[in-house]
């Protein structure tokens, strides 16, 4: 499709000043390095991920609270309804389809970081949606001004390595350094009968200029 863009090709374009991660294909100007993480966190949180999946199987019908971060990164791809408009843009009803990783809750410093999207996480994220805001709107709440609290409308898919169960999600897609109550759809392998809420609160932006989310689902199983 003539429209597809791809932005892994088209990052020149784009300037650093459009924080937040719709601009995954910023050229960050500074390259302050936070603390690598190395072999032994990735370990740590594979274990976690381990513990993660069978903990809500123990609940007794409260819902169980479990937090995960997210770093969205490549590929990142966007479909234009006004293809003659500036690519790097987007308006109300383009759709997009976004990637990303799972970490530990609390693994995601708050705010702008050098934290790196492809560093090793307890599973993967993927997205789809529609745009309801355009990017002046994106702009604003980056800066903390006023601005359309909603960014998008998606399904989201969180899948752990250590078992490759998912769960799924949709709702409202917080802008810039809000936060917004999904609704969990449910899932599959050991999440096939559970159900609940994820609140889901922007918290940043990483490396690449993409946003970064700390997720906390609200989960029951259900007959």
């Not at 370990?43 to 999946?53: G, K």
């Not at 970081?113 to 599973?123: L, M, N």
């Not at 789809?128 to 001004?145: C, P, V």
């Not at 609940?196 to 989960?219: D, H, M, P, S």
């Amino acid at each position: 499709m003539e429209n597809m863009i791809e932005f892994e090709r088209c990052s020149g374009r784009l300037t650093n000043d459009l924080p937040g991660w719709i601009r995954g294909s910023i050229l960050t100007r500074n390259k302050l390095v936070i603390g690598a993480i190395g072999l032994t966190a990735a370990m740590s949180m594979l274990v976690v991920a381990i513990a993660f999946p069978r903990e809500i199987l123990a609940s007794n019908g409260n819902p169980r609270s479990i937090i995960v971060d997210v770093a969205l990164g490549f590929p990142y791809y966007q479909n234009n309804v006004k293809p003659n408009a500036d690519p790097s843009a987007f308006f109300p009803g383009d759709t997009f389809i976004q990637d990303g990783n799972v970490y530990a809750g609390g693994t995601i410093p708050v705010g702008k970081t050098q934290f790196d999207p492809k560093t090793p996480g307890i599973g993967k994220y993927r997205s789809r949606g529609t745009f309801t805001t355009d990017l002046d709107n994106f702009i604003r709440a980056s800066k903390h001004e006023n601005a359309d609290h909603d960014l998008a409308f998606a399904t989201e898919m969180f899948t752990l390595y250590a078992d490759n169960s998912m769960l799924m999600t949709d709702g409202t897609w917080p802008n810039a350094y809000r936060s917004t109550t999904r609704v969990v759809l449910g899932g599959t392998g050991l999440y096939k009968n559970v159900v609940g809420e994820a609140y889901i609160e922007n918290i940043g932006e990483n490396k690449e200029g993409f946003c970064n989310f700390r997720v906390t689902f609200k989960l029951r199983q259900v007959d």
